[in-house]
Structures are given as C-alpha cells and as structure tokens.
Nanobody, 122 residues
Framework: QVQLVESGGGLVQPGGSLQLSCLAS????????MAWFRQAPGKEREFVAS???????TLFAVSVKGRVGISRDYYNTLYLDLHNLNAEDTAAYYC????????????????WGQGTQVTVSS
C-alpha cells in the first residue's frame, strides 16, 4: 500500500512560481514511476509531468513544457516546480505512483494523493 500526500499549493500571482511536494509512505520509493496530474473545475484530469523510477527520464505536457520541472529524491519525495504561472494553471494538483510506466495515462498509476490546490490570480 502506498500513501501519497501533496503539499505546497496556494495562491500565487500571475508570473509567479511554486514548488509542490509529494511525500510517499512506501518501503521502497525507487520501484515506482511517479507523475503529476491536475484537474480544474469542470474539466477532466490532465497529465502534467512524469518521471521514471530511476529519475533519468521525464515527460511533460505540451501546455507546461519549459515552465515546469519534475524531480524526485531517493527516499520518498516527488517535486514539481512551476514557473511563470498563469490563470490556466489553476487546478488541484495530484501526484500518482505506479509500477507499469512513467506515462501520460492515468490508468498506469495505481496510487493517488488527495491533491493540493494551486490558484493563480492577481
């Protein structure tokens, strides 16, 4: 069983930055591929970024590429660095863990956190 807890969300002005964290309660963090998804009100959950279990391979959504970084440590934490935020980035951000592939597909991930809200507004 894997428990994921996100933190770091909040209210930020357009053009600002945030770092989100996801703490995983798991015996062996490095067996899991990890990802961030987001969901805005009235919209479907969408892929943001993923990183494989080695930390050496990453994927990014076109909508955030160049503005977002994803990283992980060896022990239990996943990070998402958001830069140059705009109103379209307003959403609940979820981290996810799975052992099939570091993909863009939600069904490849078995474990999900409760989400952390990011609101971009002046």
């Amino acid at each position: 069983q894997v428990q994921l807890v996100e933190s770091g969300g909040g209210l930020v002005q357009p053009g600002g930055s945030l770092q989100l964290s996801c703490l995983a309660s798991v015996r062996t963090f490095t067996i899991y591929d990890m990802a961030w998804f987001r969901q805005a009100p009235g919209k479907e959950r969408e892929f943001v970024a993923s990183i494989d279990r080695t930390g050496g391979n990453t994927l990014f959504a076109v909508s955030v590429k160049g503005r977002v970084g994803i990283s992980r440590d060896y022990y239990n934490t996943l990070y998402l660095d958001l830069h140059n935020l705009n109103a379209e980035d307003t959403a609940a951000y979820y981290c996810a863990a799975g052992d099939r592939a570091a993909s863009r597909v939600p069904s490849d991930y078995d474990y999900w956190g409760q989400g952390t809200q990011v609101t971009v507004s002046s």
